[in-house]
């Protein structure tokens, strides 16, 4: 087992996944439903990033991170033929705190805001060295990612029923 293996197999543990008795398979993209998600070991050049995500932990709470890569387990019994399995891939995500709502200054003059409108959007990263393993089922979206000096900002997508 290399070193990624060995880091992938604890944080599954750590994430409460069995893995007994299982081989990890490895894979960099994921779609579902309309929404491309896509790790940050994907090599091919993308116009977007398109790793950082929301996910929602147990209890209903949405979190955010980074995808590293994603992981499907098959366990030795089923491997051995065609698997008939319920597959649940899982997500590596590094996590990372946000900082929210960002206030934004909107102009006086529109009547339905306040002067200090909170987006609560857009937050400030602070991203973390914890990772998890999340069921793919708990992803919900994809982030966009600015970068502004040596802050880094997640914007939560405002349109969730179109591609954008």
Not at 5 to 24: E, G, H, M, R, Y
Request: net charge negative; hydrophobic share 40%; aromatic share 10%.
């Amino acid at each position: 087992m290399n070193e990624q293996s060995n880091f992938d197999t604890q944080v599954l543990v750590n994430s409460n996944v069995n893995i007994s008795d299982a081989k990890l398979w490895q894979f960099f993209r994921l779609k579902i439903g309309k929404q491309m998600f896509i790790s940050k070991q994907y090599t091919r050049e993308v116009l977007t990033i398109s790793n950082c995500v929301g996910y929602e932990e147990n209890g209903g709470e949405i979190s955010f991170g980074f995808v590293e890569r994603f992981l499907k387990i098959c366990y030795l019994d089923c491997c051995a033929n065609v698997c008939t399995c319920e597959e649940i891939p899982y997500a590596i995500v590094n996590t990372c705190k946000l900082a929210y709502p960002f206030d934004v200054s909107l102009d006086e003059t529109i009547d339905i805001f306040v002067h200090k409108e909170k987006l609560p959007f857009i937050g400030k990263c602070e991203t973390s060295t914890e990772c998890k393993a999340v069921s793919t089922a708990k992803l919900l979206y994809v982030c966009s990612v600015v970068q502004v000096k040596s802050d880094t900002f997640i914007v939560r997508p405002v349109n969730l029923l179109d591609t954008e």
